[in-house]
């Protein structure tokens, strides 16, 4: 196998050469077998001589146990010597337990029956509390007893097999028929089942995430190659494809940067008052499938060494395991991800915190497991500084054992009215007794609607005091449930790092840790976007404009979606202007209104027509209307891009607002702080020659009306698909003017570029000119904005959402990631979004002064990265064209008709380009025969 190749190529290290010398027993062993199987065959198919081959396999065994007894002798007077100092240990171990257990009684009587208020509780039958608690602790007693018996057992025979002290899994495994394993839940039934890790090599991760690539790592390319070769046979019996040995070379660089390097000193409400903690359930599991070694490895790579590690661990009978992994993308299934034990997750993350969540201790009992004996010994070979449990039993069990050690106790709350079985009391009920849960817990592990709970409609409802109760009892909180592409709240406009902020940095409390599936959101909420004041100065090279005003909070072009675009930090807002049948220029984002209103619904239904110039399916146009009917009889219907998936915008105001006039639109900027208004036209030839309306003469006049023709302290930038549109613009005044390509290109020729530099200030270009995605994998990087640019042209990029369905997987599901590798590594000069809130947040991050000392969940995404980790490919794309003269230069602006009457069946004008403008799909054959029935097919006028 290419992995094996690549590993017997590494030079070798200190460690393995010493191991060379004096190899372990189990290593001495396998060897042995396979040599010996391995000269068999070899005799077999080559028709050796079977005598002479028997004399060479004699020879090497005989070989093989003069070292076996060599080593025995080196562990004997290793073990007479560790046995000693370990029964001296155990007796200190036990009378500090015996202390320990006695004090936390007398805690436990003098504070059980009060709440974290000192007030009386809710009096529970005596007898029977103190029936469970003395059985608890008889149980406590005897498993003690019986992990100090079996410890006892353990060295025994391991004195016996001439072993060390310290077991392997493997070895466990064989001594006691049970094994440790981390994976997100015991039930398998819901997942893929995974494949075995020997059918296919874990994917070539040599070139992914380049970004974090060393200069110069020649020196630690060897070493750190053999030795993560050498770790991946300690910890798990396997080998580690080529690509896990780069993977952890930049492990290694990026371990140099922590949260601390971005965040401003300030003084978070947290208990310690630290920042937060960042925890990531089963590594990046947004990602990559729970609990997998790519998982905790992408944490790190697209995180901070302070990230700390969440394993679910479970035991099984026969240590043969199929572990079912839950994950967002079908490209990484076959990828041979094989289960990780707690030893594997604590080689991989280093010196990093892991936490380990016990969740079914109960269960394990009942078939004859005793998760807190293989945790205390557990213990004793890795570092663990966090166990969670949802049971109380279980916590208080074992903190006599971690009294006296750094590892911290938390107490998971499940659901409220959910009982815990040891105390038979709801979660909701515990949670008022806080003074009960310290006296066996460091903090408490809730979910994250305790703290901010919603109502029925997913709007939030005011936080709740548990984090000021909880540290009030010293006692730490951490919040669960943090995941990019779930379902939030409305109020966070699906922006999950608005969410992050309002658990860590809301002026009022803050959590001590959040545990999300997305860790590098966390970390640059925490890092990069706390503690920012409002006055704080901006990154102004990256230009922020509106699409339809804030259209991803309030219906689009509406009076309250351009005042939110406002009080977000939009640099311009936006006017795409239609025409009404009287002529009035108006603010809307589709000519169709059964796009944007209830007009499908309205008295006005009856209106409908087909329009073939415009498109294939009947309508209800703004030219068939009067300003005076669109006002007083339609209301605005809020955007819902995303429809397919259920993931609708702020339904409480899908009909907020109030449609506006341009020459309202440009009144309203005119009196706000603005950098200046972006007008857009389209289908201007159209109403001029079918309609008999000048769309580009509105524009011009309502502009001067307006006084934006004699005054400096707003830009006026005017935008269009069309070259014909701004070559009459052009002609006509001095405004800036905007280019935008309608459909994706992989660059320009020489020949587009003069022509568009004839008429145009600046180009808007779409997302996927940029990174070209298939199935949402970026495929890759286009040169579009560089050749732009060094034409002299900024360039605008189109259209950003929050809604993580319309991001690349490789933006890891967050729009500030999303638009960070839009300014940092393509250097676009601004970016048009539904959200302009999200890109002003994202401009004034404090992580952006840094420059190459920026932590790596600030480094931008280059396109392509990703791929190299899917175990299939997602289907190329078609070849993007290279826009050309043809493609640019169109004929002049017809003439203005005459305004006599005017049909459907005038003739068809090329379709025209609508740019960005996104429709509803088109009519299903039914509804079109009704409509039909109802308004007939003529146009109105």
């Known amino acids: 196998m290419a992995s094996e190749a690549a590993t017997e190529q590494q030079p070798p290290t200190q460690a393995e050469e010493a191991a060379a010398a004096e190899p372990p027993v189990a290593v001495v062993d396998l060897a042995g077998d396979v040599l010996h199987e391995e000269l068999k065959q070899k005799a077999e198919e080559n028709d050796y001589n079977a005598e002479e081959n028997e004399k060479i396999i004699t020879k090497e065994e005989e070989k093989y146990q003069a070292d076996h007894e060599k080593y025995d002798k080196k562990v004997d007077q290793n073990q007479q010597k560790e046995v000693a100092e370990s029964e001296t240990e155990e007796e200190e171990e036990d009378e500090e337990e015996r202390k320990a257990a006695e004090e936390q009684e007398k805690e436990r009587v003098e504070s059980y029956p009060n709440d974290h208020n000192g007030q009386v509780a809710e009096e529970a039958p005596a007898t029977e509390e103190k029936q469970k608690t003395v059985a608890l602790e008889e149980a406590s007693v005897a498993e003690d007893a019986v992990v100090d018996e079996g410890e006892e057992t353990v060295t025994e025979k391991k004195e016996a097999a001439g072993e060390e002290e310290e077991l392997s899994p493997s070895?466990?495994?064989?001594?006691?028929?049970?094994?440790?394993?981390?994976?997100?839940?015991?039930?398998?039934?819901?997942?893929?089942?995974?494949?075995?890790?020997?059918?296919r090599e874990t994917p070539e991760l040599l070139s992914f995430f380049p970004r974090f690539r060393l200069h110069s790592v020649k020196a630690e390319l060897s070493e750190i190659s053999a030795s993560s070769a050498t770790m991946g046979g300690k910890s798990s019996g396997r080998g580690v494809a080529p690509g896990i040995a780069a993977f952890l070379i930049v492990l290694q660089w990026g371990a140099a940067l922590n949260i601390s390097q971005a965040t401003k000193s300030s003084t978070w409400r947290t208990l310690s008052g630290d920042p937060p903690a960042v925890v990531a359930k089963g590594g990046f599991s947004g990602l990559f499938p729970d609990s997998t070694d790519n998982a905790y490895k992408l944490t790190y790579l697209t995180g901070s060494t302070n990230t700390i590690s969440w394993c679910d661990v479970q035991l099984t009978k026969d240590g043969i395991v199929i572990q079912g992994v839950q994950y967002r993308s079908d490209k990484f299934d076959g990828n041979g991800f094989h289960v990780l034990h707690p030893e594997d997750v604590s080689n991989i993350i280093g010196s990093a915190a892991l936490w380990l969540n016990i969740q079914h201790d109960a269960f394990f009992k009942s078939q004859n497991l005793s998760m807190r004996s293989y945790l205390l010994s557990l213990s004793?070979?890795?570092?663990?500084?966090?166990?969670?449990?949802?049971?109380?039993?279980?916590?208080?069990?074992?903190?006599?054992?971690?009294?006296?050690?750094?590892?911290?106790?938390?107490?998971?709350?499940?659901?409220?009215?959910?009982?815990?079985?040891?105390?038979?009391?709801?979660?909701?009920?515990?949670?008022?007794?806080?003074?009960?849960?310290?006296?066996?817990?460091?903090?408490?592990?809730?979910?994250?609607?305790?703290?901010?709970?919603?109502?029925?409609?997913?709007?939030?409802?005011?936080?709740t005091s548990i984090v000021s109760d909880a540290h009030r009892e010293g006692l730490e909180v951490f919040a669960s449930d943090f995941a990019n592409d779930a379902a939030l709240s409305y109020n966070y406009s699906y922006d999950p790092l608005a969410e992050v902020l309002s658990f860590v940095d809301n002026g009022n409390f803050s959590v001590d840790g959040v545990l999300t599936e997305f860790p590098i959101t966390a970390s640059a909420a925490i890092g990069c976007y706390s503690h920012i004041r409002k006055n704080v100065s901006e990154h102004e090279n990256l230009v922020v404009i509106s699409h339809n005003g804030a259209s991803g909070v309030y219906p689009d072009c509406t009076d309250l979606a351009y005042q939110q675009a406002v009080e977000d930090g939009a640099d311009f807002i936006d006017c795409p202007v239609q025409l009404t049948r009287d002529g009035i220029p108006i603010c809307s984002s589709s000519i169709n209104l059964m796009d944007n209103t209830n007009a499908v619904t309205s008295i006005l239904r009856s209106r409908l027509s087909l329009v073939p110039e415009i498109q294939t399916t009947p309508g209800i146009f703004t030219f068939n209307l009067s300003w005076e009917e669109i006002k007083k009889s339609l209301k605005p219907v809020i955007s819902t891009p995303d429809k397919k998936y259920r993931m609708l915008r702020n339904p409480l105001y899908r009909n907020a607002g109030s449609f506006m006039k341009l020459s309202d639109f440009l009144a309203f900027a005119k009196s706000r702080a603005l950098s200046g208004v972006l007008i857009s036209i389209e289908?201007?030839?159209?109403?001029?020659?079918?309609?008999?309306?000048?769309?580009?003469?509105?524009?011009?006049?309502?502009?001067?009306?307006?006084?934006?023709?004699?005054?400096?302290?707003?830009?006026?930038?005017?935008?269009?698909?069309?070259?014909?549109?701004?070559?009459?613009?052009?002609?006509?005044?001095?405004?800036?003017?905007?280019?935008?390509?309608?459909?994706?290109?992989?660059?320009?020729?020489?020949?587009?570029?003069?022509?568009?530099?004839?008429?145009?200030?600046?180009?808007?270009?779409?997302?996927?000119?940029?990174?070209?995605a298939s199935q949402l994998f970026v495929m890759g990087q286009t040169d579009v904005v560089k050749t732009l640019q060094s034409s002299g042209l900024p360039v605008y990029a189109y259209l950003f959402r929050n809604e993580f369905v319309s991001q690349p997987w490789?933006?890891?599901?967050?729009?500030?990631?999303?638009?960070?590798?839009?300014?940092?590594?393509?250097?676009?000069?601004?970016?048009?979004?539904?959200?302009?809130?999200?890109?002003?947040?994202?401009?004034?991050?404090?992580?952006?002064?840094?420059?190459?000392?920026?932590?790596?969940?600030?480094?931008?995404?280059?396109?392509?990265?990703?791929?190299?980790?899917?175990?299939?490919?997602?289907?190329?794309?078609?070849?993007?064209?290279?826009?050309?003269?043809?493609?640019?230069?169109?004929?002049?602006?017809?003439?203005?008709?005459?305004?006599?009457?005017?049909?459907?069946?005038?003739?068809?004008?090329?379709?025209?380009?609508?740019?960005?403008?996104?429709?509803?799909?088109?009519?299903?054959?039914?509804?079109?025969?009704?409509?039909?029935m109802i308004g007939g097919m003529s146009l109105l006028i």
């Not at 466990?172 to 440790?180: G, K, M, R």
């Not at 949670?431 to 009960?436: A, D, E, G, P, R």
Request: net charge positive; with cysteine.
């Open 171 to 199: 070895m466990l495994a064989v001594l006691c028929p049970t094994f440790l394993f981390c994976t997100t839940s015991l039930s398998l039934s819901r997942s893929r089942s995974l494949q075995s890790f020997s059918t």
């Open 380 to 463: 004793k070979s890795i570092p663990v500084s966090y166990i969670s449990s949802p049971e109380v039993a279980f916590l208080s069990g074992i903190a006599p054992r971690y009294k006296a050690t750094k590892t911290k106790l938390f107490l998971r709350l499940l659901g409220e009215d959910i009982t815990e079985p040891s105390t038979n009391q709801t979660y909701g009920s515990l949670l008022k007794n806080l003074t009960f849960i310290k006296t066996f817990a460091s903090g408490i592990l809730v979910p994250k609607n305790y703290i901010w709970p919603t109502t029925v409609d997913q709007y939030l409802q005011p936080h």
């Open 683 to 772: 289908d201007a030839a159209f109403y001029a020659e079918k309609i008999g309306y000048g769309v580009t003469d509105a524009v011009i006049t309502a502009l001067k009306d307006s006084g934006y023709s004699n005054q400096t302290t707003q830009q006026v930038m005017l935008q269009s698909a069309n070259s014909s549109v701004l070559m009459k613009f052009k002609k006509q005044t001095s405004y800036k003017l905007v280019y935008m390509i309608g459909e994706p290109v992989s660059n320009l020729d020489k020949s587009s570029l003069s022509d568009i530099k004839q008429f145009a200030d600046a180009v808007a270009i779409s997302k996927q000119s940029v990174y070209p």
């Open 810 to 932: 490789d933006f890891f599901s967050d729009a500030s990631v999303e638009i960070n590798s839009f300014f940092q590594r393509i250097g676009v000069d601004g970016v048009i979004t539904d959200y302009p809130g999200t890109a002003v947040r994202y401009r004034r991050n404090s992580c952006l002064k840094l420059g190459d000392k920026q932590p790596n969940y600030m480094k931008p995404v280059a396109g392509g990265e990703l791929l190299v980790a899917a175990a299939s490919f997602p289907p190329a794309l078609a070849p993007m064209p290279v826009l050309d003269a043809s493609d640019v230069v169109e004929p002049p602006l017809p003439a203005v008709s005459s305004r006599s009457s005017t049909n459907g069946s005038s003739a068809v004008l090329p379709t025209p380009s609508r740019g960005w403008r996104a429709t509803e799909p088109p009519l299903p054959p039914a509804i079109f025969l009704l409509f039909s």
